[in-house]
């Protein structure tokens, strides 16, 4: 058997590793149109920011150990440049030569991956604008910020050109992960750093309150947010620095931009081939990774999936699901029944010493589609024992199914064990697992790791509560004129008061029930939501009707716009 594997990059290099360990004797090509196979392009804003320092760190393999370990013919700076399914060849260009081959093949593999988004707007093409999607990508940013733009001195004829002898300001455009990492590391280098994003807020798969959080953290850390403002062009000045203009009329000076817009499948080879190409403009795949052809595969970021959570068709440019993707598509060639279970989103981002992090459908695309069948809460746990030092607060937000409990997805923010217990979330999701089966979870226990209910834990049991009816849930966007009641204490009040609340702090409570209307439903605040849910059971057990306004002032805190 002879397989062909377009692209040499996470799911393309992933699934030439496995066939061979699964076939011996197959014949097995694999092309790279670039200069690199396997190299970690998620590790590219931090070669940037020179916290990897050295380039040869990102290869995660070789041309050279594909050769001489896995015995494949590894081409790079090798394109396929057109494809016939029906006969059953692809083109290859070698770049280095120009020569053009016909070669046939028994199987084909697409992972072309997605090009970073570079729309034709005035200037896009001038010296010091960067896209980041290779480590040649990376290398130019690098040099760019070591010589800043005294090269263009040659290049002009004006006698008023003074070349920047190194960026001091760089504009980065667009919000998402790559934008917000390379914002981190353009920082670190001392950059004053300036995000334009189009949308209303950062890290558009986060819910808005949840972005809120990661917004203010940018701030405090000295990274300018211009949100809800799109990109209109770029100028090049005098003195050879840029200036990045927006719709809304405003203007930021740049010695370096970086444009972190998103990225597009690549699906020009497929298209060109008659191959079937999903609405959201990825290849349409099977379960088995196999496209509208049978004999040619398609992984990675190129590829529609399905969502394992809602099974709409989506698009996931994550490194993980890639090299799954190449991992089955090589069983599947073999013979072996592998079978793709679908993406759910699972990331994290490391931003300033705290980590971001979520897993499978958000609360908008729930809303999007139409969904009522959900609930939400909002919980603040310590990362680990509150006795032992170092504990900090974990903003969680978990979403689940009103009718059955099931898990439908998670958000959390903090500066400590953010990523293992959205791990924890996603492995339940994918196993279809419920809030009460978090509630039940069993998982490591020293002070400073976590605690003996662990937030993983706390992720189930509020759920689990909030559905056995134990407590009855409300949201700060839906009081409706409800009766408000704050069992803070005081100094609390005196420093963050909600307007027209009545204060009878906790310890109080069942000694001034008397002060309660029985007519009325009466939401309950404090500063977690913790005493509240106390206060909900006390005023429940005393006829009372209550609830819990859930994540108390810091979900409030959340809502408020910066």
């Known amino acids: 058997m002879k397989v062909i594997i377009v692209g040499g990059v996470a799911g393309g290099a992933s699934c030439a590793a496995r066939l061979r360990r699964l076939d011996e004797k197959a014949e097995i090509v694999l092309v790279e149109r670039g200069p690199y196979v396997s190299y970690a392009n998620c590790g590219l804003p931090y070669h940037v920011g020179d916290v990897i320092e050295k380039e040869s760190s990102l290869l995660v393999a070789t041309e050279q150990m594909f050769r001489a370990i896995f015995a494949i ?44 988004i570079r729309p034709p ?31 263009l001195a040659e290049e002009q004829d004006s006698a008023t050109f003074q070349p920047l002898v190194k960026a001091k300001r760089a504009v980065v455009v667009g919000g998402g992960y790559i934008g917000l990492e390379m914002a981190e590391n353009l920082a670190h280098r001392g950059l004053e750093v300036t995000i334009v994003e189009m949308l209303d807020q950062v890290m ?42 927006t719709k809304s009329g405003k203007v930021y000076p740049a010695d370096l931009v970086i444009l972190g817009i998103g990225v597009r499948p690549e699906t020009a080879l497929a298209k060109a081939a008659g191959l079937e190409i999903g609405q959201r403009g990825g290849i349409r795949v099977d379960e088995h990774m196999r496209t509208s052809d049978p004999n040619i595969f398609a992984v990675g970021d190129a ?39 679908g993406t759910q989103g699972t990331s994290v981002l490391g931003l300033f010493g705290a980590t971001v992090a979520m897993t499978g459908a958000n609360e908008k695309l729930l809303k999007r589609l139409g969904q009522t069948d ?24 978990v979403i689940f199914r009103k009718s059955d409990g099931r898990l439908l997805g998670a958000q ?21 697992g419920t809030v009460y089966d978090l509630e039940e979870a069993e998982l490591c226990y020293a002070p400073q790791f976590g605690s003996a209910k662990d937030p993983v834990n706390f992720a189930g049991m509020a759920p689990s509560d ?30 963050e008061a909600v307007p027209g609340a009545i204060n009878i702090p906790l310890p109080q409570l069942r000694a001034r029930l008397g002060e309660l209307p029985k007519d009325r439903e009466i939401f309950l605040i404090c500063r977690s939501a913790v005493r509240a849910y ?29």
């Open 303 to 341: 590829v529609e999936v399905k969502d394992f959570v809602t099974g709409e068709w989506s698009l996931i440019p994550l490194a993980g699901p890639a090299n799954r993707q190449g991992r089955i598509a090589a069983d599947v060639i073999f013979g072996r029944d592998s079978k793709f279970r």
């Open 534 to 562: 106390y206060a909900t059971r006390i005023l429940l057990g005393n006829g009372f009707k209550a609830r819990n306004i859930s994540g108390g002032m810091f979900s409030r805190s959340m809502l408020v716009a910066k």
């Open 73 to 116: 013919d590894c081409r790079t700076r090798c394109e396929a440049v057109a494809l016939s399914p029906k006969d059953k060849t692809v083109q290859l260009k070698n770049h280095a030569t120009g020569e053009v081959m016909t070669e046939k093949y028994d199987k084909l593999v697409l992972s072309p991956g997605a090009a970073p």
């Open 121 to 151: 707007l005035p200037g896009i093409d001038l010296p010091g604008i960067f896209t980041v999607r290779t480590v040649p990508d990376a290398k130019a940013i690098r040099e760019w910020l070591e010589r800043g733009s005294s090269d």
């Open 466 to 495: 909030v559905l056995r009816g134990d407590m009855p849930l409300v949201h700060w966007d839906s009081l409706d004129g409800g009766f408000l009641l704050d069992v803070r204490n005081p100094p609390e009040i005196a420093a």
């Open 374 to 397: 959900y609930e939400k809460v909002y919980i603040f746990p310590n990362s680990h024992a509150g006795y032992y030092p170092g504990a900090k607060t974990i903003a969680l937000k």
């Open 204 to 245: 558009a798969p986060l819910d808005p309150e949840c972005a809120r959080l990661v917004e203010r953290h940018l701030e405090k850390h000295g990274i300018r947010l211009a949100l809800n403002d799109a990109v209109a062009g770029f100028k090049q000045t005098e003195t050879g620095s840029l200036e990045v203009f």
């Open 412 to 432: 959390a923010l903090g500066q400590d064990g953010v990523d293992k217990r959205i791990d924890a979330i996603a492995m339940a999701i994918q196993m279809g």
